[in-house]
């Protein structure tokens, strides 16, 4: 890995005109959230070290929301070896997340032929995601049915999921998770850029979120752990333009992993 300093890495590689694509574009076509690189990363190296143990390289992964393909890269980075399997909707993202993922299957999730998904890569030991917003509960009760034995699942949303007040309270009753890992700290899915519909910045989302996280092992449990994950930096919890999650140079995604490495210190055995 490549040690330094994430903002400079940012600056020096946009000098050198290494982005891909303006993530402006993107914003104005898709109007999209895209979860920062080490938001991603504090997670992987989480389940890397004290959910998915003993660690092995080549598990099988489901992305079942690529989006920019963040996932599919940072878990590349823990895990070398993995077969990583991405589901994305947008058929014109295809062509950006071919080298991102060792299989991309272009539709909605819920509509996947799942029989077929199981008998071509078998039950997946890890599944992670950030599901689409309104969609979560439908994911939370498909990725259930795909992991295998002493794999996980973890779908980053809204602290409020474990709430009575929500929808998905009577969801998390029947199907609990084992441990909410709370991230520290605001997080900017909108990288500074501005709103297409009136021109000017978005705002700061302000509200809490988590990795909500269940381990398949067979225990029967009534709630769940909770716990906060280390303060990333801020740098650590946004993106910048001109690029956009996923899609950096891989010196600046050294960077940003050997930062979060730093910041996760004792949270994370030996």
Same mark, same amino acid.
């Given at each position: 890995?490549?040690?330094?300093? +994430?903002?400079?890495?940012?600056?020096? =590689?946009?000098?050198?005109?290494? #982005? $891909?694509?303006?993530?402006?574009?993107?914003?104005?076509? #898709?109007?999209?959230?895209?979860?920062?690189?080490?938001?991603?990363?504090?997670?992987?190296?989480?389940?890397?070290?004290?959910?998915?143990?003993?660690?092995?390289?080549?598990?099988?992964?489901?992305?079942?929301?690529?989006?920019?393909?963040?996932? %599919?890269?940072?878990?590349?980075?823990?895990?070398?070896?993995?077969?990583?399997?991405?589901?994305?909707?947008?058929?014109?993202?295809?062509?950006? *997340?071919?080298?991102?993922?060792?299989?991309?299957?272009?539709?909605?999730?819920?509509? +996947? @032929?799942?029989?077929?998904?199981?008998?071509?890569?078998? *039950?997946?030991?890890?599944?992670?995601?950030?599901?689409?917003? %309104?969609?979560?509960?439908?994911? !939370?009760?498909? +990725?259930? $049915?795909?992991?295998?034995?002493?794999?996980?699942? &973890?779908?980053?949303?809204?602290? /409020?999921?474990?709430?009575? &007040?929500?929808?998905?309270?009577?969801?998390?009753? =029947?199907?609990?998770?084992?441990? =909410?890992?709370?991230?520290?700290?605001?997080?900017?899915?909108? %990288?500074?850029?501005?709103?297409?519909?009136?021109?000017?910045?978005?705002?700061?989302?302000?509200?809490?979120?988590?990795?909500?996280?269940?381990?398949? @092992?067979?225990?029967?449990?009534?709630? !769940?752990?909770?716990?906060?994950?280390?303060?990333? =930096?801020? $740098?650590?919890?946004? !993106?910048?333009?001109?690029?956009?999650?996923?899609?950096?140079?891989?010196?600046?995604?050294?960077?940003?992993?050997?930062?979060?490495? /730093?910041?996760?210190? $004792?949270?994370?055995?030996?």
């Amino acid at each position: 890995m490549v040690s330094g300093n +994430v903002s400079a890495a940012a600056t020096e =590689q946009t000098s050198l005109g290494f #982005f $891909e694509e303006p993530a402006t574009s993107r914003l104005l076509e #898709f109007d999209a959230d895209f979860t920062p690189s080490g938001v991603v990363l504090q997670q992987m190296l989480n389940l890397r070290h004290n959910v998915m143990w003993p660690y092995r390289p080549d598990p099988t992964i489901l992305d079942p929301s690529a989006g920019t393909g963040v996932m %599919g890269r940072c878990a590349r980075m823990i895990w070398p070896e993995a077969t990583i399997v991405g589901v994305e909707i947008r058929e014109e993202e295809a062509m950006k *997340l071919e080298d991102r993922y060792d299989e991309l299957i272009v539709g909605a999730f819920q509509e +996947v @032929d799942l029989a077929k998904l199981v008998k071509r890569f078998g *039950l997946f030991d890890i599944i992670v995601t950030n599901p689409p917003f %309104g969609q979560w509960e439908d994911y !939370w009760k498909i +990725v259930l $049915e795909l992991v295998a034995e002493n794999g996980c699942v &973890s779908l980053l949303g809204l602290d /409020s999921w474990g709430q009575r &007040s929500e929808s998905g309270y009577d969801l998390f009753e =029947q199907s609990p998770p084992t441990s =909410q890992y709370r991230v520290t700290g605001t997080i900017n899915y909108r %990288g500074g850029a501005l709103n297409p519909k009136n021109g000017k910045p978005y705002g700061v989302d302000m509200r809490d979120y988590s990795w909500w996280t269940t381990k398949h @092992d067979g225990l029967h449990r009534r709630g !769940w752990h909770a716990e906060n994950l280390p303060r990333l =930096q801020s $740098e650590l919890r946004r !993106w910048r333009l001109p690029t956009y999650p996923g899609c950096e140079p891989q010196p600046f995604l050294d960077a940003i992993y050997d930062n979060v490495l /730093s910041c996760m210190g $004792e949270y994370l055995p030996c």
